[in-house]
Structures are given as structure tokens and as C-alpha cells.
């Protein structure tokens, strides 16, 4: 059973970066693609940006394209979310998931077989 913990976000104002990490146990991260979703309130969870397992290839969310970059270090067992020009409606509880259906990056949540506890990001105006 595979367990994630995310850590890294906080309270920041617009145009600042923030670094999410994304820690797994009880597994070997190189064998799941892996994929950071989050959800603000009142809103449906969303997809922000997927890997593969390899690290090799990535895929995201129009709106994040260029300002978030998604990346791992399997030999850490860790995969990180780096946020920047950081906007209000960027403001949600960010989850890290890991998938292991397929080695591609994957946008669909319903994919995912393991899910972190999720680590809120704000950003202020």
C-alpha cells in the first residue's frame, strides 16, 4: 500500500513561488506515473500536471503551462510541483497521486489508485 504525503504550501501573495513535495512509503515511486490534481472550494477537484514514470515526459493544465513544473527524483521517492507567477485562482488544497495503470503522463483522475491527504495553497492578491 502506497502512502503519499504532501508538504510545502502555504499562504503567499500573487506573483510568488512555491515548491510542493510529494512523499511516498510502502512503495517504489518508478513504477507509478504521477500527477498533482487540486480543488478549490466550491469546485470540482482538477488536473494541474501529470509524469511519467521515468520522468521523461509531462502534461499540463492550459492555465499552469509555463509556470508550474512537475518533476521527480525517483531515488528519493519524492516528486515535486514547482509553482510560479502564482495567482489568486491558483488558490486550492493541492494532492499528489500516483498511477499505475499506465507510464505516461495521465490527466484522469479516475486513473489514479493512490491518493496524498492534500496541502493547501493561497495566494493572495
Known amino acids: 500500500q502506497v502512502q503519499l504525503a504532501e508538504s510545502g504550501g502555504g499562504l503567499v501573495q500573487a506573483g510568488d513561488s512555491l515548491r510542493l513535495s510529494c512523499a511516498a512509503s510502502?512503495?517504489?515511486?518508478?513504477?507509478?506515473?504521477m500527477g498533482w490534481f487540486r480543488q478549490a472550494p466550491g469546485k470540482q477537484r482538477q488536473f494541474v500536471a501529470a509524469?511519467?514514470?521515468?520522468?521523461?515526459?509531462?502534461f499540463y493544465l492550459e492555465s499552469v503551462e509555463g509556470r508550474f513544473t512537475i518533476s521527480r527524483d525517483n531515488a528519493r521517492n519524492t516528486v515535486y510541483l514547482q509553482m510560479s507567477g502564482l495567482r489568486p485562482e491558483d488558490t486550492a488544497v493541492y494532492y499528489c497521486?500516483?498511477?499505475?495503470?499506465?507510464?505516461?503522463?495521465?490527466?484522469?483522475?479516475?486513473?489514479?489508485?493512490?491518493w496524498g491527504q492534500g496541502t493547501q495553497v493561497t495566494v493572495s492578491s
Open positions: 497521486a500516483a498511477d499505475s495503470k499506465v507510464s505516461g503522463p495521465d490527466p484522469v483522475e479516475s486513473e489514479y489508485d493512490y
Open positions: 510502502g512503495g517504489t515511486l518508478s513504477d507509478f506515473a
Open positions: 509524469i511519467s514514470s521515468g520522468g521523461g515526459s509531462t
